[in-house]
């Protein structure tokens, strides 16, 4: 990174409380360059675009602090993407829902509350509700995701038509069944004894749980909170 780029700190979602101590994100906080022209290179890589790998090559240029980018969870990939977009293009951020175009500041999010007793360790118990199964789990880090989408592309050339999206992301969340932590238990379980009402409860559970920002908005007064949508032009607003 060029010495004259201002740089600012990130508070993290997890507040590096699921990272281990001699981890440098246990820290719970990230340094991040501003984006300059150089870096909008990035965002117009076709060959980066095609490979679905453009957002996190931009994520990891602007990234001053020595980390292990696979290490980082999803909700604090999230909390840097957005802290991306303000450095890059400022916070206030326009987009069209329903049919009517909204503003949002996006130095308003707020981080979602987290806690976790087991400071230092990514896993968590959960009973599962309609058989009493007693499992753990972890919050999925971006290596994980890496994990996971090459299991799909590899079973997709095996069957073209499958699509085990969700059952493969299970096998990679849970970390034991019934304190037994062999892949092969796993994903036994996974295919043959985990009840669809069990995973929709287990799902929802460690969304509504895991550490992130919180990317919703009122549309109205009187209204729900609906998420923001993010899209290209999320990083490009004159797109």
């Known amino acids: 990174m060029e010495k004259n780029i201002p740089t600012e700190i990130i508070d993290l979602p997890s507040k590096g409380l ?15 360059c501003y984006m300059t022209a150089k870096h909008e290179d990035i965002l117009t890589n076709q060959s980066y675009i095609q490979k679905g790998t453009v957002l996190d090559k931009l994520l990891q240029a602007l990234i001053v602090s ?24 400022g916070k206030d951020y326009t987009f069209n829902y329903d049919g009517n175009e909204y503003t949002v500041d996006l130095t308003t999010i707020d981080n979602k509350p987290f806690e976790h007793a087991n ?6 118990n ?4 309609s058989t009493n199964t007693n499992i753990t789990y972890k919050i999925l880090t971006h290596g994980d995701e890496q994990k996971i989408q090459a299991e799909l592309d590899g079973l997709k ?5 499958s699509s085990p ?29 985990l009840l669809a009402r069990d995973s929709r409860e287990l799902r929802k559970h460690v969304k509504e749980n895991q550490p992130d920002v919180d990317l919703t908005f009122f549309p109205t007064s009187d209204s729900n ?3 923001i949508p993010v899209g290209i032009k999320f990083f490009w607003p004159d797109f």
């Open 225 to 227: 909170r609906v998420d």
């Open 165 to 193: 999206e969700l059952s493969t992301r299970l096998k990679y969340l849970i970390t034991s069944v019934n304190e037994d932590r062999e892949t092969k238990t796993i994903r036994e379980f996974v295919d043959n004894h």
């Open 66 to 89: 020595k980390i292990n980018y696979n290490d980082l969870v999803t909700g604090d990939k999230n909390a840097i993407m957005v802290a991306a977009r303000i450095l890059g293009y």
């Open 157 to 161: 050339k095996i069957n073209a038509n």
């Open 119 to 124: 400071k230092g360790v990514n896993e968590f």
């Open 18 to 32: 699921l990272y281990s101590p001699e981890n440098p994100l246990s820290s719970g906080q990230i340094e991040m």
């Open 126 to 129: 959960y009973t599962l509700p």
